[in-house]
Structure formats: C-alpha cells, structure tokens
C-alpha cells in the first residue's frame, strides 16, 4: 500500500463548478502538506503549503488538512477553463531534509 | 519561474548508452533533488543533494548515480541506459519563499530509452 494515496481521475467539471481533490496518506509523522499544480508536459508549481491541521485559503482554492483522519483536500471555486491541469498532493516530515512524498495525481478538465 | 534549468530537455537514446542529465540552479540553494515521473507512480526520488559533494539516495535510486562539484550544478547519470529509465526526469531545489519551506521544479526532462 502507497503511503499517499490519491484517486488519478480524470475529472471533468462544468466551468464555474466546485472542484474537491482528496489524498489519504498512512504515515501519521506528516506535518507539511502541499499541492502542486502540473500543467501537461511543464513541471510542477507549488500552489498550496499548509503546516499541520487546518484550512488555508488563496483566492479561488482552499487546503484542508485532517490529521486525525489523515486527509487532505484541495477545493477551486468558480473553476476555470485554464484550472485544467494535474494536481499532486504532497507531504514531509521534520528532519527528513524536506524530503517529500507524492500521490500520483488528479487529473482534471474543466469544460466551457 | 524557480530559477532552475534543465539540458537537455529531449532525449533519445540506445539501451546500454550513457546518460547525463544536468540541472542547473542560479539562487544558491543548498539541497538539490532528482525525481523522475511515470504514469501510475507519481514522483518518486532519485537522489538528493544536501552541499556540494553531499549526496544521497532517494527510493528509486538502483541504475542512476549523481555528482555536485559545484553548488549551482547536479547532474544526474544513467550509467548503461534500459527501458525501464524511459521517463520524464524533474530537478528541484529547497527554497524558503513567503514562509513555505518545501521544494521548487524544474522544467523537466523528457528521456527515451531505445
């Protein structure tokens, strides 16, 4: 079993939708969670940085953060077209020189 | 833009060829990382880099070995080429931007194994 688990998608949305991305993840010494934005054939960008439990907003996305039932989520209101990307859910722990583990993606479009 | 570059950006090479991917940094950071990306498995780490000389392995780092003799540069070498190295090859640095300690890509590399 992967120690981050994310569901690959694709998911398609209707613009102007409320998109919800999900990572469970097993190793319960995560405290530094990220998403990461891939658009196709360009290298990820950090989007979203949270520490420990809570939520974190910027703009149109919002990071949740559950420790206790080891869940994280990405949501983007008023979804657009150019939000058609992967999303990478990813976590480290301190003292592991900021090593990070990845799920595998959500892929998502967003149709006009 | 993260201020790391990478060469080359394609690649085609043979099975049982050398391979040198080189990632190129111009803001000083210390740790440097290769990861490589295929379907199904995400980023997975090859190798790190903690100072110059101080490298480290990742979890998928069998077939690859890495070098930094100078801290804007780590190179990432594929010893003898196979099949199961054709991926796409991502660098990153560790940086400290607006309070996020946490990692920065590259643009990636895109190698093919013949």
């Known amino acids: 079993q992967k120690e981050v688990e994310q569901d690959p998608g694709p998911l398609s949305v209707p613009e102007g939708a409320i998109v919800s991305l999900n990572c469970t993840y097993s190793n319960s010494a995560f405290q530094y969670f990220m998403w990461y934005r891939q658009y196709s054939r360009k290298g990820p960008e950090l989007l979203m940085y949270t520490y420990s439990s809570g939520n974190k907003e910027d703009g149109r996305f919002t990071a949740q953060v559950d420790k206790s039932s080891k869940y994280i989520s990405l949501f983007i209101r008023d979804s657009q077209p150019s939000d058609s990307a992967t999303y990478l859910c990813?976590?480290?722990?301190?003292?592991?020189?900021?090593?990070?583990?990845f799920g595998t993606g959500t892929r998502l479009q967003v149709t006009l | 833009d993260a201020g790391i570059t990478q060469s080359p950006r394609h690649k085609v090479t043979e099975t049982g060829t050398p391979v040198t991917l080189r990632c190129h940094q111009t803001?000083?950071?210390?740790?440097m990382y290769w990861y490589r990306q295929d379907p199904g498995h995400g980023l997975r780490l090859i190798h790190y880099?903690?100072?110059?000389?101080?490298?480290d392995k990742g979890e998928v780092s069998d077939g690859y070995s890495v070098s930094r003799s100078k801290t804007e540069d780590f190179l990432l070498t594929l010893e003898s080429a196979t099949s199961s190295q054709t991926s796409v090859y991502f660098c990153?640095?560790?940086?400290?931007?607006?309070?996020?300690?946490?990692?920065?890509f590259g643009p990636g590399t895109r190698l093919t194994v013949l």
């Open positions: 990153a640095i560790r940086a400290v931007r607006a309070s996020t300690d946490t990692q920065y």
């Open positions: 880099s903690y100072g110059v000389k101080d490298t």
């Open positions: 990813a976590m480290s722990y301190t003292g592991t020189a900021s090593k990070l583990t």
């Open positions: 803001e000083n950071h210390r740790y």
